[in-house]
Structures are given as structure tokens and as C-alpha cells.
């Protein structure tokens, strides 16, 4: 049976084409015992999670009001379009491992909580799965590609025009490129917080093409993903 896919929130068209693939011929092939629905939703999650699987409901969620609002990538230079993007195929393929570590144990059906190990499993494969989609396409969706996401993104980028116009132009004028973060500010956080040494940061951007938008140096979703993924890899 094939997996249903229900939209509650529009999320584009793009968004539910890395779905189809994902379940039909890609990483969550075979597991149409653990999931049999998968639910885009807007801001009905508790805790402000981006997604969850439901063994008992063969259901993965995906909350696109909070794939906005989680600002995981945009803490790191990632611009507000590309944030929303990479959180939702990150939760995507992140909840798909969660039911392919069902399929392979079904007794993990019986904790209540995962523990750390199968959350440090699901959250590398989400960021390995994002480092693949950034290898093969790696072209941040438009505003007009992203469904209720590019309506409410169009919003809060119009709020933040008054106080923020050059940030909120480069924003713009990079959607529907694969220029996805800001070099200086993803080297420093990725400093920052320790999560990278200078000389791995420094190693890192060595290879990388420098691209110029405006005045502000940026980096292509891959050279982002990329970054992220090593510094994950510990
Ligand atoms: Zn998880």
C-alpha cells in the first residue's frame, strides 16, 4: 500500500516531490508497515517540534510553521528561506530513520522514550540526507515554490524591510539560487560555539568558491550543509 500523504498545510510542490521520492524509490523504500500517512501540518506540534513519528499511528508529521520558526540554521547564517528549507527535508528523513529503526527493531516500539543512541542515529542521517539533497540539487525554492511557508516568509521578510532592508534584498535576490548563508557569520558561530576549531574552520572554507552577492560574502547550500556535517560528526 502506497503511503498517503495528507496536506493540512501546503508546503509546494517541491517539498512533496522529496517526499514521493523519499518513500517510493528512495531512503524510506519498504517501511510501509511503520508508516502509512505523512501529515504537513502548520503549527499543531506540542514543544514546538518540527516533526515526530507515531509508531502506534504508522504516521510522520511535518510541522511547516515550525520548520520556520526553528531557527536552528538561520542562528548559523543561513538566510530565513534557506532555515525553513533545510528544517523541513532535515525532519523529513530524520522521522524516516526513526521508522526505519522500528522496521529493524520492533521491539523499540515499547520505550516510551528513544534514548540517545537512536536520536544521534536519526539526527546525523537528517543532516547526511540534507548533504545529499545539497550535492544533487542544492537550489533554495523561491518564495512562490514554498506554499504556506513562502506566504508566511513573505510576511515576516515585508516586517523586517523598514529595519533590515539590505539583509532582507539579499535575502531575496538569493531564493531560487544555491546560495543559501553568509560566510562570516556561519565561520564565527561555528567558532562560537565551539562546535568547530579555527583551523577546521579555516581548512574548511580553503576549497570553497567565494561567491559575491551584493556586499556580502555567501556560501552555496552544499558549502553550508557541508560545514554543518562535519561539524555534526563528531
Ligand atoms: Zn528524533
Given at each position: ?34 508508516v502509512q500517512n505523512i501529515v504537513i501540518t502548520f503549527d499543531s506540534l506540542l514543544n514546538g517540534k518540527t516533526g515526530a513519528f507515531l509508531p502506534d499511528e504508522k504516521t510522520i508529521i511535518i510541522d511547516i510553521g515550525h520548520c520556520i ?79 504556506v511557508a513562502g506566504e508566511t516568509l513573505k510576511e515576516s521578510l515585508n516586517q523586517l524591510y523598514a529595519s533590515a532592508t539590505e539583509e532582507v534584498d539579499i535575502e531575496l535576490s538569493a531564493q531560487g539560487t544555491n546560495l543559501a548563508g ?53
Amino acid at each position: 500500500m502506497a503511503v498517503q500523504i495528507t496536506v493540512h498545510a501546503y508546503p509546494g510542490q517541491r517539498f512533496l516531490d522529496i517526499i514521493n521520492d523519499a518513500v517510493n524509490t528512495g531512503h524510506g523504500e519498504g517501511l510501509e508497515d511503520e508508516v502509512q500517512n505523512i501529515v504537513i501540518t502548520f503549527d499543531s506540534l506540542l514543544n514546538g517540534k518540527t516533526g515526530a513519528f507515531l509508531p502506534d499511528e504508522k504516521t510522520i508529521i511535518i510541522d511547516i510553521g515550525h520548520c520556520i520558526t526553528n531557527h536552528y540554521w538561520l542562528d548559523r547564517g543561513a538566510t530565513s528561506i534557506a532555515n525553513a528549507w533545510f528544517n523541513m527535508i532535515y525532519t523529513l528523513f530524520h522521522e524516516l530513520k526513526h521508522a526505519r529503526q522500528l522496521s529493524e527493531r520492533p521491539e523499540l516500539v515499547q520505550m516510551a522514550h528513544l534514548t540517545d543512541e537512536y536520536e544521534t542515529d536519526a539526527r546525523e542521517y537528517g543532516f547526511l540526507s540534507l548533504e545529499e539533497w545539497s550535492i544533487n540539487d542544492g537550489v533554495i525554492p523561491e518564495l512562490d515554490e514554498l506554499g504556506v511557508a513562502g506566504e508566511t516568509l513573505k510576511e515576516s521578510l515585508n516586517q523586517l524591510y523598514a529595519s533590515a532592508t539590505e539583509e532582507v534584498d539579499i535575502e531575496l535576490s538569493a531564493q531560487g539560487t544555491n546560495l543559501a548563508g553568509y560566510m562570516a557569520k556561519t565561520a564565527t558561530t561555528l567558532v562560537e560555539n565551539g562546535e568547530m576549531s579555527v583551523e577546521e574552520v579555516h581548512a574548511a572554507f580553503i576549497d570553497m568558491a567565494v561567491n559575491s552577492l551584493g556586499n556580502q560574502n555567501m556560501i552555496t547550500s552544499e558549502q553550508f550543509v557541508n560545514l554543518r556535517c562535519l561539524a555534526n560528526a563528531s
